[in-house]
């Protein structure tokens, strides 16, 4: 039976709905509470710390100090990514503390960690420290953050740049730009965004004395990952000792990747007092403290020949790492976001030049997506605004620039070579889809009702998967990307597959169940998949840049193949004939034109009994394989978007979303719909309405709830029209090329181009996202006035 491309409703669902899902949260062990003491302030000296009446307080255990951190010889947190300036010197490479000493650089930052009893006794013992601050002045905007009179972040540096990167020939694209015919240019600004996702931040430090050993239970995407940190960069202790348990997670997105100061701080706290010790992020704290994203100042120039056809692109961005380098916070502006331009078009004089910056903010790393949407939206917003002054039809100015069939394989004019696919073809059945012939009727009917309708179009091609390991560490990275699977039969037949992927929401136990399924022909339901364990699964990379399904599904598949192929082995050896004539379906072992066969649990039975067994061939079902790419996977689409904007208020409604993209073979329809529909969710919320904003001056978070940072609500997102075309990706056994990142990708483009394109009479050709409805409407009050003006 065929197991691959069935769109079965997802094994592990049951029990979430039923509030039977083992969080964290949920881990039933009596635990002290920890409770982080953070800056009121964006950028002060303290001056002194008091903590000898919070120690008499009822019920506190421990005070945990910034002293005592560096008395312990615990390390800073790490930054994975040092990245090479222009020049070829190295960045600013500053500590990052898991709890400040003399200096807060940001609004949250740890001061001190109090262990009590219970929560509200750590809470009171908070309020009774004594911290003399010396406020200074703050840089949380990236206006203005590189002149020299912009207040300076750290102190020991001289101005705000952690570093000055650079990609391709400057020299040719300026010669380039200067013979084109035309030369578009656009100013855009990438709003900073905050994950949120249904489950904070937990984690649930544990330490036996007897053993010398610590256990961590973390809310993580990645828990081998953490493990390493632990090990090498902060504890400082043998890896062999640590083990890290990462149960159901309710949600990362990106921001549940990196190693945070909570995870170092319960497994100190639990050696010092020799009991488990927890910490589980309020709302609020993780407002103020969980990794941001986006946050980009950008000026972007393309330049065109006579017929509309791209001779040359310049980008230069300002990006915000905030006040700390997180984990991959300097890879997301510079090798994520920088290789994949041009995305789907064959433009090659191309320069791209980012500036990464210091501000008084929370660190900012990466969020579904990862400096793909950020690459995409510029670009989409760029090929728009040439199609509108040009006066061309926006499908296509694509469809000239898109690179032909026949050129793939593709060698980009930077790192990645395109395996598969057809991208114009794509972009015809798009148009198809999008039925342009009805927009007419469609955009008459809401003017009607007083309404402005307008059509968006985003054309993406991102570069995820992540591989081979020897490129990345050749450009700069400081770990392999492989991943790891293990598939182990029982002697009943019993199938238990351990797998270094980690599934937060991805659906992990329904379609690698299904891989294995297929070529054992065992129903999916009958197999059990392990995860997030590192006390069960020896090593893995983790779940991020839609790597599950290439990377970890493709070791998971080559894993099966060896143990099916030891399987048949013995099944041969029991029928009595040659292996070659062996076939496996539907869960029987049969030789060809024969009537001969044994079941799967048969031959299972007989690996743990060896008796007459084939000669050389060791007992058991256990095989463990590696899988490193050979290449990123480079997944393609168009997303077509719809609005109807109210010219009275501003406010902005989706009326369509349709998406047509390749993901290369698909496993499970229903799950890649899923994905589809959550990433448009947070698309839409980026281009609406979600944005993390400081006050100037204080550096104070206004957006520090859900009352003040907005997110979209079940009335905000259509029904998403999906459609799929499949070319088989060549660089790794499934033929898969992910597609959890796609609709964040492609989405932010195709709402601003659909509100541009509404305001089109207005005059209006930019709005900056998020496009708020007092945005929207200032910009239609502008353009009136300017009409009046003339």
Known sequence: MNWIGKPLRRKEDGRFITGQGQYVGDVDIDAAALYVLRSPHANARIVSIDIRAARDMPGVLDIITGEDIEKADIGGLPCAYPVTNRDGTPMVFPHHPVIATNRVLHVGDQVAAIVAETLADAQSAAEAIEVVYEALPSQTSLVGVLTKDAARVRPELTDNQCFDWGLGDEKAADTAMAGAAHVVELDLVQNRVNASPMETRNTLGLYDAGRDEYTLYTSTQNPHSIRVCLSASTLKIPEERIRVISPDVGGGFGMKIYHYAEEVLVLFAARRLRRPVRWEASRSEAFLVDTYARDHLTKVSLGLDADGTFVALKVHTIANLGAYLSTFGPSIPTFFYGNPFPGPYSVRDIYIHVQGVFTNTTPVDAYRGAGRPEMTYV????????????????????????????????KTPFLHTYDSGDLPALLDRTREAADLDGFTERKAASAKKGLLRGLGVSFYLESCGMGPSKLLIEQGFTAGYYEVATVRISPTGGITVLTGSHSHGQGHETAFAQIVAEKIGIDPARIEIIHGDTGR?????????????????????????????????????????????????????????????????????????????????EPGLDE???????????????????????PDTGMTSICRYLAVDDFGRIVNPLIVAGQIHGGAAQAIGQALMESCEYEPGSGQLLTGSFMDYAMPRARDIPDIEMEAMETICTTNPIGA????????????????????????DYGVSHVDMPATPEKVWRAIRSADKAVAAE
């Open 379 to 410: 670009m989409e917003r760029i090929v728009e605004q040439a199609a509108r002054q040009l006066g061309q039809d926006p499908f296509e100015i694509r469809r000239r620039n898109a690179i032909p069939p026949e050129a793939i394989p593709y």
């Open 537 to 617: 699964m020896a090593y893995g990379v983790g779940t991020y840049g839609s790597r599950s399904l290439s990377v970890g599904g493709s070791a998971l598949a080559i894993c099966t193949d060896k143990v099916v192929a030891k399987m048949k082995r013995i099944a041969a050896h029991m029928l009595g004939v040659d292996v070659a004539v062996i076939e496996v379906s539907d869960g029987i072992f049969r030789a060809s034109g024969t009537n001969l066969a044994k079941t799967f649990a048969e031959v299972a039975q007989r690996a743990y009994a060896p008796v007459d067994y084939p000669a050389g061939l």
């Open 624 to 646: 463990t394989s590696y899988f490193d790419p050979e290449a990123f996977t480079f997944p393609y689409g168009c997303h077509i978007v719809e609005v109807e904007v109210d």
């Open 737 to 760: 090329k992910g597609c959890g990142e796609a609709s964040a990708i492609s989405g932010p483009a195709a709402v601003i181009n659909a509100i541009c394109d509404a305001l089109r």
